[in-house]
């Protein structure tokens, strides 16, 4: 279980950090969405619900949009659009 | 947001009635509930006076449904606002100390305050910043722990383990580690004439306790600043001056530094004036919802809960749990004074390192040859450890919470976060032993009580998770390299 990091196509990121508690969703996160250009879209795979907290309130901070907030049996997908 | 699914609306939908038998989650919800009120209902029966044990569990319970309903952990706190700017949990946790620090006025008015100042020193500072070192590698504080492990969280429970056990071990360390006490704490510590079968000068702890810790002072600012009467002094020396105006002060200095910018960004605003930055202030505070319900939760919980325990104490006439358990017969695992450890507020590692000790005592290993265990706390029988029943219905609280509103999921850890929880947690033990408590009895119960030695903590338990932030960015550094993550 690692985390995983890639990119899709030209603008479209995936971050799976599922399997990992606080601090590592939103430290990795963060560092991902400092690397990612404006308008590029990361797809946020995680499965520690307090890490949603903070992430949302990252996003909210830096003018980060959440597109879509999904869930399925405790596995939350998000997808991030970067300011 | 332009989709929003389910996830959003969970936390609104999970408790209504309409809803209860809708998942699995709310029967097992339900039937924790259920088992923990029949117990309750057999214990009262066999002896009434368990009502005291009981209220322990039941605060517990509502502690561990609003820490996991409003996210709350302190790590959370001091770790997001370095490392991700976010300072959601630090406001959410100020609302607490504000609404504690009153309810605790008023109990302290009632007379029936539970609270003891800690004696003020370096010991303090230092421990909470090998505490809150340690609690960013976990990922929890002792109560966030707590409330993870409900959620399913194993690597949390490792965390909770890993706190018992280290403190167990640190407080009756001996050989080697007491070269760690300098000669003027075995003499101040051989002084205090303390029963031989304690053996005060041996054992680093000991001689921390007795030679350093029992020669400092401490006190609550209503008696420091000669505060005459106890509303004054309870609501503006205690209250007042000690909690809600740090508080206010600490969450000015948040809108300032982590807050303003985005919010200025937001609302196109270019040239704010003072009514914007209020309304900054206020946008700050109701931006998380549920962690500034929570935090009003636990203030308004907390200051009841000593207000319950104050006043069984006065209705039995006692002055610690342990006469009441000695009065009934239960004698064994107490200490040489017939007493347990029973704080009568909200505490976490105490009774957590008492869990530890009992087990290494069961395994043949001496655990009552010392202050810590010996002489004030004993170590009693988990099934009749109050504060430890407090810690269980943490556990169990969440665990209701999360289950009704689908977030329970079992998760074991990693390779790595266990190591990190199992090492952090040893941190976080050393750091609440030296600073004579965690992120609740170090912090949260004293400056909500005119105590300043809390606040002395929280500089530590920042100092500490702001060094960790760092260590942790080198770590991700290192891994994604490894990994070769592209990050």
Known sequence: MAVKFEKISDGDYV????????????????????????????????DNPSSGESIMAMCDSEGNEILDRNEDSGVFRWRIRKA | MANETKTADLAGQG??????????????ALAIVIIVAMGSIIALAQDIRWIYLLVYVWFGIGYGIFLQYGRFCMASAVRDLFAVGVPRMAVG???????????????????????????MGWHIIIGGAIFGFGMVFTGGCASGSLYKTGEGNLASLLVVLSISFSQAIYVTMGGWFDKLAPASWTASAAAKNMPEELTVTQGWFDQFTAGYVWDLRGGQLSQQLGFEGDISGAFIGNALLGAIIPSLVVMIYLYLSAYRKGYLRRYKINVPRLGDHVRGIWSMITASRNTAIAGLCLGVLAGGHMWATGALREHYGIFNFGEM?????????????????????????????????WLLDKAGVQMTDNLFFGLENGIPNPLINAPGW???????????????????????????????????????????????????????????????????????MAAGGWLAVKAFNWWIEWRAASDDLEI
């Not at chain 1, 971050?15 to 606080?22: A, F, I, N």
């Not at chain 2, 408790?15 to 097992?28: A, D, E, P, T, V």
């Not at chain 2, 009065?327 to 704080?343: R, Y």
């Open chain 2, 15 to 28: 408790l209504s009635i309409s809803n209860l038998f809708s998942h699995k989650g709310n029967l097992y």
């Open chain 2, 325 to 357: 358990l000695a009065n009934m017969g239960h004698t064994a695992g107490l200490s040489i004074q017939d007493t347990v450890f029973d704080p009568g507020y909200w505490y976490i590692t105490t009774q957590e390192a008492q869990w530890g000790a």
């Open chain 1, 15 to 46: 971050l799976d950090v599922t399997g990992y508690v606080c601090p590592h969703p939103q430290m990795y996160t963060k560092k991902v969405m400092g690397k990612l250009g404006s308008g590029d879209v990361l797809t946020l795979t995680f």
């Open chain 2, 93 to 119: 946790m100020l609302i607490a100390v504000i609404l504690f620090s009153l309810t605790a006025a008023i109990v302290k008015v009632l007379g029936v305050n539970t609270f003891h100042p800690h004696p």
């Open chain 2, 390 to 460: 407090m810690s269980i219905g943490i556990i169990l609280g969440a665990a209701v919470i999360a289950l009704s509103r689908r977030e329970f999921k079992w998760k074991m850890p990693n390779l790595e976060t266990a190591t990190f929880a199992i090492i952090g947690g040893a941190l976080m033990g050393l750091g609440a032993r030296i600073a004579m408590g965690c992120n609740i009895g170090a912090f949260f119960a004293t400056v909500t009580n005119g105590d300043l030695s809390g606040w002395v903590f929280l500089a530590g």
